[in-house]
């Protein structure tokens, strides 16, 4: 017998996956240069001359080990640099033996779910809309309930009245993710302090930790000149998700971490059980030549600076064309909010124009689209003909 949840996922790709295989069809039919596929995050600025040497030397100087088996949490060394680090760079107090390596982000965050969820299904967990789809996915999977929480939509920030409304006696966990994914929203030092005094509050209220999950793959990527608030310094019991995917245009290569903050309560207990999760899902020993490239790309990153042109390139344009765009801060994407309800439809629409954007109903909100930022800043600039005839069909 097979696990019909599991035929399910398999079966129907999330929409954004959907849409980068219709772009496939598209572009064989049409030309890849006539297709506008703004469906994934994929980076496209090219990764860090250094990242390719240093894999080039570790292959050929690092002897055996580099391909042997690592400690299931990954190499002591490495993690005691990522501690130094980020110590010294965002002025934390994270310690070497409470992080763990990880194949990206993706597997950080199911680790984390299943590590601070009971695994019985009362547990609920809070995402704030409009939010990564994949969420969902892992959160169900550590046999938890999604519940979310509307954005105020005049700024994307939370809805912190509903917000504390729906934290109950039940809620275990809080996934936060700034710069965002799908709106480009960077949750400023303000912001993030609210969020965590409603959550001191609601732990007091409920007597037990309710543990907040910061998503970071897009730490590095911000267009604006703010300081990234390290969320252990704000909150004690945190954990920090991080992948190397986005920033360093990596996402094949799989390789991330997580960090349990030092002052997280009984944090040596919840980082055992996120060895067990680890251990339990699978994702033990990331691959080691990507392990041993880590203490070279720490604070590396991509040429954010085309991401960004393209952001605010797509912002500016579209906004005078007459789409409303939420302002880009950071990350690899732009909201657009479509000018009919239907976000399905208008998505739908759009692909008659070869334009892949992605409807907004699976992020959790109705009534916009998300288009990337990382193409080519050449293809971002002969889409807009493409984004004035969609817009000229609704007027
Ligand atoms: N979290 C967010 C918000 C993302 O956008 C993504 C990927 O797009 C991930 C996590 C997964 O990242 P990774 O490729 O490192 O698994």
Do not use: W
């Amino acid at each position: 017998m097979i696990n019909k949840d599991m035929l399910s996922l398999g079966q129907n790709r999330s929409a954004i996956r959907e849409l980068f295989e219709q772009g496939k069809v598209l572009k064989e039919k049409y030309g890849s240069e006539n297709v506008f596929d703004f469906s994934i995050g994929n980076p496209t600025a090219p990764c860090p001359s250094i990242i390719n040497e240093k894999i080039k030397s570790l292959a050929n100087n690092a002897g055996l080990s580099i391909h042997g088996y690592t400690s299931a949490s990954g190499d002591k060394n490495v993690r005691e640099e990522i501690a130094t680090y980020l110590n010294k760079t965002y002025d934390a107090s994270v310690s070497g033996y409470l992080i763990y390596l990880t194949v990206g982000a993706a597997a950080g965050l199911s680790i984390s779910l299943k590590a601070v969820t009971s695994g019985n299904s009362d547990d609920e967990v809070i995402v704030f809309a409009p939010f990564f789809p994949e969420y969902s996915v892992f959160i169900k999977n550590a046999n938890a309930k999604v519940v979310t929480v509307n954005p105020d939509y005049e700024t994307f920030y939370p809805d912190f009245d509903d917000f504390r409304n729906k934290i109950t006696k039940n809620t275990s966990a809080v996934i936060i993710n700034s710069p965002n994914n799908p709106t480009g929203v960077f949750y400023k030092k303000e912001i993030l302090t609210k969020l965590c005094d409603i959550l001191s509050q609601k732990e007091k209220e409920f007597n037990h930790p309710i543990y907040l999950i910061s998503d970071e793959p897009y730490r590095e990527i911000l267009f604006i000149d703010e300081k990234y608030t390290f969320i252990t310094n704000l909150y004690d019991n945190s954990i920090v998700v991080y992948s190397f995917s986005k920033t360093a245009s990596v996402p094949g290569e799989r390789i991330g971490y997580l960090i349990v903050n030092t002052n997280c309560k009984n944090a040596s207990e919840v980082y055992a059980a996120i060895c067990g999760a680890g251990r339990s899902l699978g994702y033990v020993c990331a691959t080691s030549l990507f392990q041993f490239l880590i203490p070279h790309c720490l604070g590396v990153t991509s040429d954010i600076n085309i991401y960004k042109n393209n952001a605010y390139f797509l912002y500016e344009e579209l906004t005078k064309i007459g789409y409303e765009v939420v302002k880009p801060d950071g990350a690899l994407y732009v909201f657009i909010k479509a000018p009919i309800d239907d976000d399905n439809e208008f998505s739908k629409k759009a692909l008659e124009y070869n334009l892949l954007l992605v409807p907004s109903e699976s992020f959790g909100v109705r009534g916009f689209v998300r288009a990337v930022n990382c193409l080519s800043e050449e293809q971002t600039k002969r889409a807009l003909p493409k984004f004035t005839e969609l817009y000229n069909y609704y007027k």
